[in-house]
């Protein structure tokens, strides 16, 4: 009889717990202001595939909130198991994949890097245990027939896994037959090499590594440091032409007080051809401020797309990889937001558009929202995004758009 009170306790529990979650939502009700897109330029349906995710913050309270052209939900709105599930935050073609081949992305990642398809399978790659704690010395792969729905699981080695601390996916592509996954390796002994641009090609008949090969060793010198990390490339699971990454150099100085700082030196640019594995690494050309941030450009193809300030607002400039320079003038001009201070600059490529998303410090129109179709190269949709229904409890509040997605 004791064993029932106990399971009797445990679903009381539960039931008291969900009960009180919507309870006091009901009760809270919203008063957070609901957001819109204003168009001065252009179509609405150009960013019906558009969503911000941030977080809003109001005094000592915050929340997440998710904004499209039809909606904007906040997290208190979600379900008690959407917000357990952390689908707030998922990417759009990982929730079509969810949606699709549920019981295949059950566990799977939210983010895109791990995540390939195309017409005939989708291929899930990713590192086996791998946390900072235990060395990664696996891969593991589960491959889905789309017709059939059979599932492939496998595990294969990571060669050399010995000389690492830490193994991240950067991105993974289905081709032929085969997985290759560019990662980004920590090294257990760091000297002058930090870290290594990696490069696996896993056949899927065979189940076995194919190809390994370091296409970039991060080195620096002595009283040096480096930021390595993946420019963004859209949130896509279709195959990429090219995987690039930047590198940040900081050199460590002294003041006249003894106290130590870094400078911040040269950029440079790798970009990896998904197609041959040919690497190609370049210094950005003096015209272009990078800002040290990589949300500032974006990949599409083998083209990279940069969003630089000119004194008048913005120009978005154009650099070939392939022929490895930029172009002579800029595809177009985006006038200064007339809102308030920039706090923060978000480029995207997908479907041969470029998304920019410039935040700005206002309440009323938080945000400026420009589409640019880069086979015509003209400016589709200028826009803001302004705070509507704003209630008297709403008060003063935040708002921080930490990223957005485009639907593929």
Known sequence: MGKYWKLLIILVVIVLSVGTFYITTAIAGNSSPDFKFKLEKGDIKDIQNLKLVGDYLHGMNGEGVAITSDDTVYSSELSYFSQLNNSFYTEPAIQQLQKDYRGFMRGKTWHTATISQDEEQVVYANVKGN?????????????????????????????????????NVENVNLIDGKVKLVTLNYLSNQDQTQDEIYLYQIDLKKQKVIEDKVIYSNTVQKQQNSSLYRVESGNTTSFN???????????????????????????????????????????PPPELDLMRDGSTFAVSGSKLYFLQADGKGYEVLEYDLEKAALTKKPITQLPESDSAPVMRRQVKAENNKLYIVIQVQSQKAPADVYVIDLKKQQTI????????????????????????????
Request: proline share 1%; hydrophobic share 30%; no cysteine.
């Open 381 to 408: 949709v200028e826009g803001k995004l302004v705070s509507e229904k704003v209630t008297n409890d709403a008060g003063n509040y935040e708002l921080y758009i930490n990223d957005f997605y485009v639907n593929e």
């Open 241 to 283: 032409d090219y995987t690039v990454f930047m590198k940040d150099t900081f050199k460590e100085m002294k003041d006249e007080y003894g106290n130590y700082y870094e400078e911040i030196g040269k950029s440079e640019l790798i970009a990896v051809n998904m197609q041959t594995g040919k690497v190609t690494t370049f210094t």
């Open 131 to 167: 946390d900072f704690t235990n060395k990664a010395k696996e891969f593991e792969i589960e491959l889905l027939n789309k017709k059939t729905n059979n599932k492939t699981t496998f595990t294969v080695d990571i060669p050399h896994h010995e000389k690492y601390n830490y193994v």
